[in-house]
């Protein structure tokens, strides 16, 4: 299966940010919005009459905007909206970028030098080998201004860096039931037992945890004056996080031709026997 659908993605990572509640202006009702007429008995409020009628109070913008306005009017609502959607458009870009170098790496990432004893092959640390992840994130990443190009990057070398001592990590089992058993010399090639990937672990998986991800993006953007950068970056991480679990889950480690020799087989005394010393070897796309 391949990575988790990619709307689930670009929503969940939506509705992170959503959940936030930032309102725009920032700490508006932290400020004053008053513009008094000192010349009058109590101090006019002269705020609302610089704006036309129809301006003071406009509907609100839908709840999936992802940011909200201070106030009902028109210009905080319109602000809002635009605002919101130039994010939106980010979000939707990154996020593709993101799961379709993933989808890449898993056409091209192959597994070598898996060891059969019987009817178990072991998986080492650097058996799983694939592409660096972040050109391929970056190639298809939003970068029409400098600032959306430092966000791609910032996003890109996060999930890039940290993914790949999660898959050269990568540690366990692959089955081979009928190599326990062999009546020949040496064990036909065969593919391993289709195994979710999630029985796999890999010491490096800490790194792509949606707190340590985040303090990648934030420590690769090196740019603290940037609005909502922490905030996009947590919503970013934690879907991934989601997602990351589900591809897991969903995707089989599977044609892992084994084949290896049966150093007991002596007929007719030893019919059979174990493969011993045996190698395991998939071709690209064996982890789908």
């Keep these: 299966m391949p990575w988790p659908p990619n709307d689930m993605f670009v929503m969940l990572a939506k509705m992170n940010f959503i959940a936030k509640g930032i309102k725009l202006p920032v700490d508006w009702e932290a400020l004053t919005d008053k513009i008094t007429d000192p010349s009058a008995p109590a101090g006019r409020d002269m705020y609302p009459e610089a704006f036309k009628p ?3 109070t406009v509907p609100p913008n839908s709840p999936m905007n992802l940011f909200r306005e201070s106030t009902l009017n028109k210009y905080h609502v319109g602000t809002a909206k635009e605002i919101g959607e130039q994010y939106e458009k980010f979000i939707e870009g990154v996020c593709g970028a993101v799961s379709s170098a993933i989808g890449q790496w898993m056409s091209a990432a192959s597994i070598v030098g898996v060891n059969i004893v019987g009817p178990v092959g072991i998986l080492h640390p650097g058996c799983v080998v694939g592409p660096p992840l972040m050109p391929l994130i970056l190639s298809s990443a939003p970068k029409a201004t400098p600032m959306e190009l430092k966000f791609s990057m910032a996003v890109a070398n996060a999930i890039g860096t940290m993914w790949l001592p999660w898959h050269t990590g990568l540690t366990g ?8 058993a062999v009546p020949a010399p040496v064990a036909p090639p065969m593919p391993n037992v289709p195994m979710p990937l999630v029985t796999y672990n890999s010491p490096g998986e800490a790194g792509l945890s949606p707190s340590t991800l985040k303090s990648l993006m934030e420590a690769n953007l090196a740019d603290p004056t940037a609005l909502h950068a922490s905030d996009l970056f947590d919503a970013i991480s934690k879907a991934f996080g989601t997602v ?5 889950a ?19 005394f030893v019919p059979v026997g174990p493969v011993l010393g045996g190698i395991g070897t998939g071709p690209p796309g064996c982890i789908s």
């Design 54 to 56: 129809a301006e003071r």
């Design 250 to 268: 969903t995707t089989l480690v599977k044609n892992v031709i084994g084949t290896g020799p049966v150093p007991t087989f002596a007929p007719p």
């Design 173 to 180: 089992m692959c089955m081979y039931p009928a190599f326990a």
């Design 244 to 248: 990351f679990q589900l591809f897991k």
